[in-house]
Each structure stands twice: as structure tokens, then as C-alpha cells.
């Protein structure tokens, strides 16, 4: 049976909603792709320029710490007597109740006051009282409320930087001061200590 006009007409309708169905379809399949396609850059652009910004604020030099064994946590009384420190200058063990504040010294601390502050995540800058004024003024920059910066006869070498178990000794020579290593050197190991007193870790002027 053949068909009429209207039925004609109402089929190559229908037939033009079908089509005009698909093309919506592929339309909003490639939307979709797109989309994905653009999130999916957009992360990788992003986790890029944070590596970026890592690699740009981290550490620079090479480590030239040592790592020591930790001698454990244990408080003790002032002059109290204990077992040799594994390091020196000491980096973990036997400590006071009480650190010392964060800040630049011109009169040496006791060893167990300030492994309360290592134990914190506080930096230790010792210096040998021999190097000079120039010298001192530099290791003064890095001074604040983590890191304490002290005079210490006892010193193997010009300076030593202390984090809880771990220790960087080296000498100043023509009074200068290898900044970049300490820079470094806080970097990697500032806020390490056992006990997280602080907050989120401090952001360094460097």
C-alpha cells in the first residue's frame, strides 16, 4: 500500500528528529571530551608548576650532613650526669625540661637545654667563639624563633648546623660563611623532630 502525502511528510520527519537526536549526541559526546580533555591539561599544569615552585624553593646544594642514631628522649635534672652523646655537637638523647628561646647568643647554652629545641623540629647553628665578627653577623641573619644560634667551644669545625639526628660541620674560610649549605640545610630538616609543637612549618626568608 502506498503511502500518502502526510504519511510521507510524518516519516521524513521523524526521520529528521532522529538525525537531528544524533548530531545533539555527538555534539555533547565531544563537549564531554573536551571537557575532560581540558581538566585533565589543566591538572597537569597545575602539578607542573607546583614541582616547579618545589624545586624552586627546596634545596639547591648537595647534603652534607651526617645522620646519627637517636639516643632517645629522655628528660633529666640540670648537671644531671648521662652517657656520652653519639655526636657532637649532640643531635638527639638525654635533655632539660626547658628549651632555650630561638634566637642569636653570645654566650654558649648547655648542650641539653637546646636538644629540647632539636626535639621540637628547631634548628641549632653552633659556632667556634674563634670565628669572626663578619662571620658571626651572618650566622645572626639566621637566628629566629626556630632557630637558635649559639657559641660552643666543643665544635670539631667553624660551624655546625644541628637538626634533631642529624649534624653538618664546616669551617669559614676568609670569613666567609657558606649561607646556601645552612639555607639548604634548614630546607631540608627544619621541623623534623619528634614532637610537632608547631603548626604548619614556617616559611624561611630564603
Known amino acids: 500500500m502506498s503511502k500518502n502525502k502526510y504519511q510521507i511528510q510524518k516519516q521524513e520527519r ?19 571530551i573536551t571537557s575532560y580533555v581540558s581538566w585533565f591539561l589543566a591538572f597537569i599544569l597545575i602539578g607542573y ?9 627546596g634545596p639547591k646544594g648537595e647534603d652534607f650532613s651526617v645522620a646519627y642514631k637517636i ?16 655526636s657532637n655537637p649532640p643531635s638527639s638523647g638525654w635533655h632539660y625540661t626547658s628549651p632555650a628561646l630561638g634566637r ?3 654566650d654558649p647554652l648547655p648542650d641539653e637545654q637546646v636538644i629540647h629545641n632539636l626535639e621540637h623540629g628547631d634548628i641549632w647553628i653552633t659556632y667556634h ?7 658571626k653577623e651572618i650566622l645572626r641573619s639566621f637566628a629566629g624563633q626556630y632557630v637558635v644560634v649559639s657559641p660552643r667551644i666543643e665544635n670539631e669545625g ?15 674560610e676568609d ?11 634548614i630546607k631540608r630538616y627544619d621541623n623534623r623532630g619528634p614532637e610537632r609543637v608547631r603548626g604548619a612549618q614556617p616559611r624561611h626568608g630564603f
Open 104 to 106: 642569636f647568643y653570645n
Open 129 to 135: 667563639p674563634s670565628i669572626g665578627d663578619k662571620a
Open 14 to 32: 521523524e526521520l529528521e528528529r532522529e538525525k537531528k537526536r544524533q548530531q545533539d549526541k555527538s555534539v555533547n559526546k565531544q563537549k564531554k
Open 49 to 57: 608548576g607546583f614541582f616547579l615552585i618545589t624545586q624552586a624553593l
Open 158 to 172: 667553624d660551624i655546625s648546623i644541628v637538626s634533631w639526628g642529624r649534624v653538618d660541620t664546616f669551617n669559614v
Open 71 to 86: 639516643q632517645g628522649r629522655d628528660h633529666i635534672g640540670v648537671n644531671i650526669p648521662h652517657p656520652p652523646y653519639n
Open 175 to 185: 670569613e666567609v660563611v657558606n649561607k646556601e649549605r645552612i639555607k639548604d640545610f
